[in-house]
């Protein structure tokens, strides 16, 4: 997750840092011609590399919080599992119920915390799909998990829920391996 | 929801039920029996409710113009009658106060009128533009105290037990000013003393209220008061009490941090997940709803997404109002109704057990009858007394605009909805349910209870602009049994009770809770409609510390108190 963080993150930096460094004149002489002054149309170029660039790490971002629940609730599958052989019902079930709301922080690309910045970005215009919101194939402000994989990662959230109390292995080796291949095709994106 | 969701839902549901365009707008029938059980009458007048609920600007060019206010079942003098506390907002023009309503007790006298006593009782509301109003005795003294929820500092008001009140809010450390809404009391840590959770709103002042200017496009059609997106969500608050006087704020010891700075609205508690201790449910505006898991010491996990009752069956958060918890399917599982927006379904999470939840909105038949309605307070109850529950919703739309274009999803004011439990799927009975339930207004808060204590239960509705309504209820129902579960003679139902029937082969769950519907109180005795059981096999009560106390063959139609150890 953090790879993918840090490697996102200089673009943004670098291209901020035009914006700041930019010395944007708006005087020009009064007989040029009716040009876009090429100051603000470099400047504008930036911004645009900005706007590129903090789109692309915004998808780098996300795909970092998916990738940092798969990797635990992969940690606590194998954590309920050893629970289960150790014979500590509660830790695995805690284990597992730790798994669901992994899973459930995938569908919904992180935590309520991760919420509340979507919806700031909503509340500003950002729709990272925007045509593909009007198509149903994103919910409002979704970036990577797309409505058909939000909908089975739920579903996966649910059932790991559900099998908390009294989990199997068999149990909990066919419902990751439904998250798995759900990840696997948003990673393929 | 977004439109394209919202259009799609719209069709379907409309397709569902034979017809290929949006519903026209409500259409009224005559009021009267028919063949109908149900006759609900509005008394108000009559009876003495007379103080209109002030709401802000007409035009409401801000969302806390068209919030309304909660109202409250109260049996505050203890002579047995329930009274009734309504709370009140203030009048705007343009960017100027106009009037700053004045909060209502009214005394119930025991012959189906009410004095107004806010002035001698002394709980107008200190001048705030008034929420909710949560009812509970947090003190352990045996009065129920009133906490009233504003957008400003809250207030509570102690019980002085001589028919005074005086607002301990400050020393009490729960003013907590902002934009509140709905409460609840619970005991979260098992140590005999009320906490509470308060749920937030929007952060704002009134200089922004009063400067506010419609800015949201409405369907293309007209400008709408904007929000809640792109206005910062108020955090919610958790305050443990210390010993029952004072509380400390403890949000985010107890694992509560409103992390996703949602529009909160509503909160109900209640034992979710059948393991013993009170766990909390917020109905959040826009946002996912959150069911915040007790371990049993008053540490909570939220848990609403992988349980199932945080977003709809198609993964998405609605725009809750309202909330009401009960046992609607009598498996002895607590299940949960939101009220949500206009253009969106009331959602019916049915309770799986161990906490889960399923969406059931569409087979229940929930979805169809509150697509197009602006649904907010709520209550799951046998309002026929046969037997099952059934639901009762308050609506009303935010935006008067809309008048202008009644076919999109009809008007401003609006029919209250009335839905009749039938083996498990709920019939919409509005239409013959009695000149009560014809009424078109813009509601907001609902409260149930039985104030003529005839064993039928009698609805509080609080109106935009309007008086309150209170809808006696007059339908021909069954039998019933109405219980008090009270620790000290005269104290009142203990909240964080649970009563458990058996009767005629099936089990009857109901519960006792401060804070419901959308920022109200219900009655907090615990009624059952029976139906044609005129005698209970078992009723086991189980105490907030997990002891029981087990009657057997308790005959019906009756108010019976249950005491502790008794």
């Known amino acids: ?189 | 929801m977004t439109l394209a969701r919202a259009a799609a839902l719209g069709l379907f549901l409309l397709l569902s039920h034979g017809c290929a365009r949006p519903a026209p707008p409500p259409t009224f029938a005559p009021p009267g029996r028919g063949d109908s059980r149900f006759r609900f009458v509005d008394v108000a007048g009559s009876a003495g409710i007379t103080r209109v609920v002030l709401s802000g600007r007409a035009t409401m060019d801000h969302l806390l113009d068209s919030g309304g206010t909660g109202a409250a079942f109260l049996d505050y003098d203890r002579d047995g009658n329930l009274d009734l506390y309504v709370v009140n907002a203030w009048r705007l023009e343009g960017n100027q106060v106009k009037e700053r309503g004045s909060n209502a007790l009214y005394r119930n006298r025991g012959d189906g009128t009410f004095e107004d006593v806010t002035e001698k009782a002394g709980v107008a509301g200190e001048g705030r533009w008034g929420a909710g109003a949560t009812v509970a005795d947090y003190d352990g003294d045996g009065w129920p105290d009133i906490l009233l929820t504003n957008f400003g500092p809250n207030v509570l008001y102690r019980n002085r037990g001589d028919g005074t009140f005086n607002d301990v809010a400050a020393r009490a450390g729960i003013e907590a000013p902002g934009w509140n809404t709905g409460a609840a009391f619970l005991d979260a840590d098992g140590d005999g003393d009320l906490d509470l959770y308060i749920a937030s709103y929007i952060d704002t002042t009134i200089a922004e209220v009063l400067q506010a200017t419609r800015s949201l496009p409405w369907h293309g059609l007209e400008l709408v008061a904007a929000g809640p997106f792109g206005m910062k969500g108020a955090p919610d608050h958790y305050f443990r009490s210390e010993g029952g006087e004072r509380f400390v704020e403890a949000t985010e010891e107890a694992g509560l941090t409103d992390r996703a700075l949602a529009y909160g609205f509503a909160v109900r508690a209640a034992d979710f997940d059948g393991d013993g201790d009170p766990d909390i449910y917020v109905a959040n505006d826009s946002d996912a709803n959150y069911l915040y898991r007790n371990d049993g010491h008053g540490r909570f996990d939220e848990v609403g997404v992988w349980s199932g009752c945080a977003l709809d069956a198609g993964g998405a958060a609605q725009a809750s109002m309202g909330v009401a918890a009960a046992d609607y399917d009598g498996d002895g599982i607590m299940d949960i109704l939101t009220t949500n927006f206009s253009e969106d379904t009331c959602t019916l999470y049915r309770g799986l057990g161990g906490g889960l939840f399923d969406d059931v909105s569409l087979p229940a038949g929930i979805a169809a009858a509150t697509f197009l309605p602006l649904s907010w307070g709520t209550a799951m109850a046998d309002f026929d007394n046969d037997g099952d529950l059934d639901i009762v919703i308050a609506n009303g739309h935010i935006y008067p605009q809309i008048d202008s274009h009644p076919e999109i999803v009809g008007t401003f004011a609006q029919r209250n909805l009335l839905l009749e439990n039938d083996g498990g799927i709920f019939r919409d009975v509005t239409g013959s349910a009695g000149p009560g339930f014809q009424l078109v207004q813009s509601s907001r808060g609902l409260a149930v209870g039985d104030y003529d204590n005839d064993g039928d239960l009698d609805i509080l509705i609080t109106n935009l602009n309007e008086r309150p309504d209170l809808l006696r209820n007059e339908s021909s129902g069954g039998s019933w049994l109405t219980v008090t579960p009270e620790v000290e003679p005269g104290h009142g139902p203990l909240i964080g009770t649970e009563v458990t029937l058996i009767a005629g082969g099936r089990t009857f769950t109901g519960d006792v809770a401060a804070g419901d519907s959308y920022v109200s109180t219900h009655d907090p005795r615990v009624h059952f409609g029976l139906g044609k059981i005129e005698s209970v096999e078992t009723l086991d009560v189980r105490w907030p510390d997990g002891t029981h106390t087990i009657r057997h063959t308790v005959p019906a139609r009756q108010f019976l108190v249950i005491r502790k150890g008794g």
Request: aromatic content about 4%; hydrophobic content about 50%.
């Open chain 1, 1 to 189: 997750m953090l790879r993918v963080v840090i490697r996102a993150a200089p673009t943004v930096m670098l291209a901020a840092a035009v914006l700041a460094s930019a010395n944007v004149s708006f005087a020009r002489a009064p007989d040029a011609p009716p040009a876009t002054p090429a100051e603000l149309s470099a400047t504008y170029g930036s911004i645009a590399d900005v706007i590129i660039a903090a789109k692309k790490a915004e998808a780098g971002i996300v795909s970092g919080i998916l990738e940092s629940s798969y990797g635990h609730a992969q940690g606590r599958i194998a954590a309920a599992k050893a629970a289960m052989k150790g014979g500590n019902a509660a830790g695995a079930t805690a284990a597992v119920e730790s798994v669901a709301s992994l899973v459930g922080q995938m569908a919904t690309e992180g935590d309520s915390s991760v919420a509340a910045i979507r919806k700031r970005l909503l509340d500003n215009g950002h729709h990272h799909h925007a045509k593909e919101e009007q198509q149903g194939i994103y919910d409002e402000g979704y970036v990577v998990v797309t409505k058909v994989a939000k909908m089975a990662l739920l579903a996966s959230s649910k059932a790991f829920g559900a099998m908390a109390k009294a989990p199997t292995e068999a149990g909990l080796d066919a419902e990751w391996a439904k998250v798995q291949a759900t990840y696997a095709s948003l990673k393929k994106k």
